[in-house]
C-alpha cells in the first residue's frame, strides 16, 4: 500500500472515530453522513484501534487495580503503573497472556517515528512479540539489549528472532547481537566490545528511547529462560548465591539492595550495565507472577525502572508486604521493664 493511501486511511479513521466516540454516533449515521456503508465504518474503527489512533481508558471509582496503582506509586518513584485485571484462580499461561496482550498494547500507544526500542529477551518479551498489532512507523530500530548465545552456539535464534518479530510488526530495521549470552572469560568480552560492530550495537542501545523487559529471579516457578535454559552451569549458579543475588535484568545480576557492580559474573555477561536503565526514557519492565516479587522489589529499589506494568494478583501481593513492613515500623518496641530485683 502507497503511503498516499496509508495517509488517506488513517484521517477516514480519525474522523470515524470522532464521530463515533466524540459524537455518540452510531456506525449507521456514520456511514449515512459520509456517504459509505456500515462495514467501511466497522473497518476503519478496527484500524483506528490497532494503530494507535484511538486509546480507550476506563476509569471506575471501584476499580481495584487502580487502587493498587495509587498504592504502588506511593512507595516508588514510578513515572507509569498499569495493573493488568487477572482472576485470582487463573493459570500462569493466562496471566502472561492477558499482561503480555496489555503491554504490547500499549506498546503502540508510545512508538513515534525515530524511536529506538532495546529489547531483553525472555520468555515474557516473547509472549509480548506474539501479542503485537501491527503499526507500520518510519524510522525504527530494534535492538538486542543481551546476547542470547548459549555453550557453543554463538548464535541463538530466540533472542535474534524476538527482535526480528518487533522490527517486522513496525517497519523498523532489527539489529541483533550475535554474542553469548555470558563469556567464558572477562577479558573476552572487554576484548570484543572494542570492535566497531559491537560499539555500534551498544550506541544504539544507548539511544534507546523504550528499553523492555521482565525480571529473572533465582525462585523456583519464576519461569526465567536464564535459568531453565542452560545458560548458567553449578559454578555460576554457586557464585550467584555467594554473590547474594536475588534477580537479574538482561542477563545483569543484582541484589535485593539493587546493588549490582561487583557481582562477579556481570564481568563476563553480554547485557548492558544497569544504570542504564535508569536513564531511559521508559523503562518498562513487565511482570507475570509471584515469584518474581522479590527481584522487582530489588530492582525498584535500584532504579532500573520507571513504567510498571504487572498483573493483579502480583500488584496485591506486593502492596501486603510493603503495608506489613509499614506497619512493622511503626510498631513501638515495648520498653524493659526495671528489674526490681536489682540492688
Not at 241 to 269: C, K, L, Y
Request: hydrophobic share 40%; charged share 20%.
Amino acid at each position: 500500500m502507497a503511503s498516499g493511501d496509508r495517509q488517506d486511511i488513517a484521517l477516514s479513521a480519525v474522523r470515524v472515530a470522532r464521530l463515533y466516540y466524540f459524537q455518540n454516533m452510531t456506525t449507521a449515521a456514520i456511514a449515512q453522513e459520509i456517504g459509505t456503508s456500515r462495514a467501511t465504518v466497522s473497518r476503519l474503527l478496527s484500524y483506528a484501534m490497532e494503530n494507535g489512533l484511538v486509546e480507550i481508558r476506563v476509569h471506575d471509582p471501584q476499580e481495584r487495580s487502580g487502587n493498587l496503582e495509587a498504592l504502588i506509586k506511593q512507595h516508588y518513584a514510578l513515572r507509569a503503573i498499569q495493573v493488568v485485571p487477572v482472576p485470582a484462580a487463573g493459570s500462569a499461561s493466562e496471566c502472561l497472556q492477558r499482561v503480555a496482550a496489555h503491554t504490547a498494547a500499549y506498546l503502540n500507544t508510545l512508538v513515534q517515528p525515530s524511536t529506538v526500542i532495546g529489547l531483553a529477551w525472555g520468555k515474557t518479551v516473547a509472549a509480548i512479540a506474539d501479542n503485537l498489532s501491527a503499526k507500520q512507523v518510519h524510522g525504527v530500530d530494534v535492538v538486542q539489549l543481551n546476547g542470547s548465545g548459549i555453550g557453543a552456539n554463538i548464535v541463538n535464534t530466540f533472542g535474534e528472532s524476538i527482535v526480528a518479530r518487533f522490527a517486522q510488526n513496525y517497519g523498523a530495521q532489527a539489529h541483533a547481537l550475535p554474542v553469548p549470552a555470558f563469556f567464558d572469560y572477562a577479558d573476552t568480552r572487554t576484548a570484543l566490545w572494542r570492535e566497531r560492530s559491537i560499539k555500534a550495537i551498544c550506541q544504539l542501545q544507548d539511544r534507546a528511547e523504550i528499553l523492555l523487559f521482565s525480571i529473572g529471579t533465582t525462585e523456583m516457578g519464576s519461569y526465567s529462560h536464564i535459568h531453565t535454559g542452560g545458560y548458567l552451569d553449578e559454578h555460576d549458579l554457586n557464585q550467584i548465591h555467594q554473590d547474594g543475588v536475588v534477580a537479574d535484568i538482561a542477563t545483569m545480576f543484582f541484589r535485593a539492595d539493587g546493588s549490582w557492580r561487583d557481582v562477579a559474573i556481570n564481568a563476563r555477561s553480554s547485557g548492558p550495565e544497569l544504570d542504564r536503565f535508569q536513564r531511559a526514557a521508559h523503562s518498562i519492565c513487565v511482570i507475570s507472577g509471584k515469584s518474581k516479587i522479590a527481584g522487582l522489589r530489588a530492582a525498584l529499589q535500584g532504579g532500573f525502572i520507571n513504567e510498571l506494568v504487572i498483573d493483579e494478583p502480583t500488584a496485591r501481593l506486593l502492596v501486603q508486604e510493603l503495608e506489613q513492613e509499614l506497619k512493622q515500623e511503626q510498631t513501638p518496641v515495648p520498653s524493659q521493664a526495671p528489674d526490681t530485683n536489682r540492688k
